[in-house]
């Protein structure tokens, strides 16, 4: 089980069990590095005796905070490690957890979409093991770490009063059919991100702003104000961030 102390944030490895080895060394290395920056990495190595190894990890993967994939030609042809990235993927939208894919060993993950969409480390794709000098790639990695942890520990401390989460979550939609039946679809189903325009400016041009900024200027403590017509998304915007 992870640590879980204090506001200790929770890492999750994905590899594949061919890359052991490789895996322990890059896990020793990181432990080295996140034992004092409120991190606990966690691999199915550290599962009991007697426990029931498949519902640990999901609770594991579950709990994550940052998931690291640990790529390689292994990994590619792994239906468990690929079934860990796609439920990755719904924990990064359902509580903005952090993907890192790290390239272990050269194999083909720029042709694997799914994967291929995320930025993956070390820097243009060089396998770790391929690094004369693998602490310039630990380097790249801690670097990167130390990014998320601080930008997950800025989230996890924003705080909004009960009374607007309560007033968020009871205007959750659902749509209706045949205007009886309601369909198990929710807001994260149907959201679609909005753009709007900055214009607390000093009256010069106002610029364009993707909703998904405001999850970063809210990060870095800025204040929002966020106004529209009636029925324009206001409500479903905030909800979402």
């Known amino acids: 089980m992870n640590a879980n102390i204090g506001n200790c944030l929770n890492g999750f490895i994905s590899y594949s069990h061919d890359d052991v080895n490789d895996v322990i060394a890059l896990k020793t290395k990181l432990e080295e590095f996140t034992q004092n920056r409120r991190l606990a990495l966690w691999y199915d190595r550290e599962i009991d005796v ?36 796609r439920r990755a993927i719904e924990l990064k939208r359902e509580t903005y957890a952090e993907i890192i894919p790290i390239i272990l060993k050269d194999c083909e993950w720029e042709a694997e979409k799914e994967i291929s969409d995320y930025q993956a480390i070390p820097e243009y794709g060089k396998p770790l093991v391929s690094f004369e000098t693998i602490e310039e790639a630990y380097a790249q990695i801690s670097n990167v770490l130390a990014n998320k942890i ?67 200027m809210l990060i870095n403590g800025e204040r929002l104000l966020i106004s529209g017509d009636s029925q324009s998304g206001k409500t479903s915007l905030c909800k979402n961030l």
């Not at 007697?50 to 940052?66: M, R, S, V």
């Open 150 to 216: 601080d930008l997950i520990s800025r989230r996890k401390g924003l705080n909004f009063t009960d009374s607007f989460n309560n007033e968020l979550q009871s205007m959750d939609p659902l749509l209706t059919v045949s205007g009886s039946e309601h369909m198990d679809l929710r807001l994260e189903d149907v959201y679609v991100d909005l753009e709007l325009n900055d214009q607390w400016d000093n009256g010069k041009e106002s610029k364009p702003i993707q909703g998904a900024e405001l999850v970063s």
């Open 50 to 85: 007697g426990t029931k190894w498949k519902p640990e990890i999901e609770e594991q993967l579950n709990g994550a905070d940052i998931v690291v994939f640990c790529i390689s030609d292994s990994f590619l042809k792994s239906k468990s490690c690929r079934d860990e990235f």
